[in-house]
């Protein structure tokens, strides 16, 4: 009884062309795997009101609705929430609770209004939404006024 030839004792082309088709095979089962256009998510830039009404949970409204960037104990976006100094942010509790004017370079998951990704993040001056006639009586409430 013969043994088969091992690995290391097949002609090169024949090795490469086996790692080839393995890889080839392994990229076809990851991509069956991903939901149609799970990679094709465009990267945009949205700007509008950015609220954290409480720990973990966060919302970009901007010209063309709410955006969820994060809900506690559920979905969260890949990324820094943009950082706010006293003046650009409005306290609405204890703790982290208020809102602010951002701008995201995000993504959104394909067909949602979710947000998978911001890749930077960027505070404005709370007029700049404010005079914004887009974002006109979509600032977020204050309860402490």
């Keep these: 009884m013969t043994q088969p030839p091992s690995p290391a004792r097949l002609p090169r082309t024949v090795r490469l062309l086996v790692h080839a088709l393995l890889w080839a095979g392994a990229c076809q089962l990851a991509a069956a795997g991903a939901p149609p256009n799970a990679t094709a998510a465009a990267v945009q830039n949205r700007c509008g009101w950015f609220d954290n009404p409480t720990p973990g ?3 970009l409204v901007d010209k063309d609705g ?17 950082a706010f100094s006293k003046s650009r942010w409005v306290q609405t509790g204890n703790g982290s609770a ?6 995201l ?6 067909g949602t209004q979710e947000v998978a990704t911001i890749v930077s ?6 007029a ?3 005079n914004d006639k887009a974002l006109a ?3 977020p409430e204050n309860p402490l006024k």
């Excluded at 709410?66 to 943009?82: D, L, Y």
């Design 57 to 59: 949970n966060a919302t």
């Design 66 to 82: 709410e955006w969820t960037v994060g809900v506690q104990g559920g979905h969260q976006a890949e990324g820094k929430w943009p």
């Design 98 to 103: 208020g809102y602010g004017c951002a701008c």
């Design 105 to 110: 370079k995000m993504s959104a998951r394909p």
């Design 121 to 126: 993040a960027r505070s404005q001056p709370l």
């Design 128 to 130: 700049t939404c404010r």
């Design 137 to 139: 009586g979509q600032e």
